[in-house]
């Protein structure tokens, strides 16, 4: 057994997803979420892919003397993946105080506690929302980091500095920095997926609960973008591919294969679709159509974006490989089995 890793918002849709590539890969997990945007029944999932039920606390990890006592109960921890944050672009606008909160008093509390524990590492997930509206493309780690255009945007871009003058000012642990595009699809089991609560923001689970009939059509929001059809670019990777980097980037880390002490990677498949392509997709991969029409733009959306991943092929020798039409296959199949369970 490899080491003893904490997945900070582990029944989470990333974290799901990168606790079983971690237990996949030999890695002792434990969970702690507070569970205010996720189920415990994705525990059950889990444990029917991989055999291995992670350890679990219910927690706010805003609440330093449980996260204290946590890492008591559970010692040996040598690395931490932090997930835990709210996430929602259009809510942090609304709510910029709760996610502010959230979002970098559960990072302070971490950095606090690593060297009370011994823990040597700690992979942030961060975004490509750091980068805004790139003045080039595709982008790369160098890019310039732009002013955020939301206040979750921006508690990604303060999570970063504080990692990083954290550790630059002697701090006896390491970080990854881990900037997703657009993470898409659920596990091929369809055990574990996506499971937004109340009504969809971003666009896979709207389209999937559009094409099952919850919802009556899709919005695109703009197709009078500077893009081939109008409509918005993203880079869209399959979650599974994403939960494999967090492996080999925590495999990076406790291995000391770095002299740097924060490293950052773009996670992305290097390759741009438009909302109106990715529909297309859909509807060929699965055969189903999906009602949409075209609206307004959305307030605070990036044109396009897409990442040069050279530097996560290169130096973490990882390569986004499912293709956009398995990955959003994978997403039918999940909302089929929420269906199924009556979940949705
Ligand atoms: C994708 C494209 C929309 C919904 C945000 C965050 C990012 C990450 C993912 C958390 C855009 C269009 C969407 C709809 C649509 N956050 N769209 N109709 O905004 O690129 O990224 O969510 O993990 O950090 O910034 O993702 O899925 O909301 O939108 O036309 O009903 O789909 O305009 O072009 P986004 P998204």
Request: aromatic share 6%.
């Amino acid at each position: 057994m490899k080491q003893k890793i904490l997945v900070a918002g582990g029944t989470g849709y990333i974290g799901s997803h990168t606790t079983v590539e971690l237990q996949h890969a030999g890695y002792e997990v434990v969970i702690i979420d507070d569970l205010s945007n996720s189920n415990r029944d994705v525990l059950d999932g889990i444990e029917k892919i991989t055999g291995i039920r992670p350890d679990f606390i219910e927690l706010d990890l805003k609440d330093k003397e449980g996260t204290r006592e946590a890492l008591k109960a559970h010692p040996g921890i040598k690395g931490i993946i932090l997930f835990a944050a709210s996430k929602a672009v259009g809510e942090s606008v609304q709510q910029p105080l709760k996610y502010y909160r959230n979002n970098i008093v559960t990072l302070l509390n971490l950095l606090d506690l690593m060297p009370e524990f011994g823990i040597e590492g700690i992979v942030f997930s961060s975004s490509c929302t750091v980068y805004g509206q790139p003045d080039e493309l595709p982008v790369t780690e160098n890019a310039p980091i732009k002013p955020a255009t939301s206040p979750y945007g921006n508690t990604k871009q303060i999570n970063e500095e504080i990692i990083c003058d954290t550790i630059h000012a002697g701090a006896p642990f390491k970080s990854i920095l881990l900037r997703y595009f657009n993470p898409i699809g659920a596990h091929p089991s369809a055990e574990i997926g996506e499971l937004p609560n109340g009504v969809p923001q971003n666009l896979i689970p709207y389209l999937t609960q559009t094409a099952i009939g919850i919802r009556k059509e899709l919005s695109v929001f703009g197709n009078d973008y500077d893009t081939p059809d109008g409509s918005c670019i993203r880079d869209y990777i399959n979650v599974v591919d994403l939960a494999k980097a967090h492996v080999i980037a925590m495999d990076r880390m406790l291995e000391n294969k770095s002299d740097d002490r924060v490293e950052v990677f773009n996670l992305g498949t290097g390759r741009g679709v438009t909302v109106l392509e990715l529909i297309n997709t859909f509807e060929k991969g699965t055969g189903v159509k999906v009602p949409h029409k075209i609206v307004g733009r959305r307030e605070g959306d990036i044109e396009k974006v897409w990442a040069n991943p050279e530097k996560a092929n290169q130096v973490l020798g990882w390569t986004a490989k499912e293709t956009l039409e398995d990955t959003l296959v994978s997403a039918w199949n999940w909302q089929k089995k929420l269906r199924e369970r009556g979940i949705q």
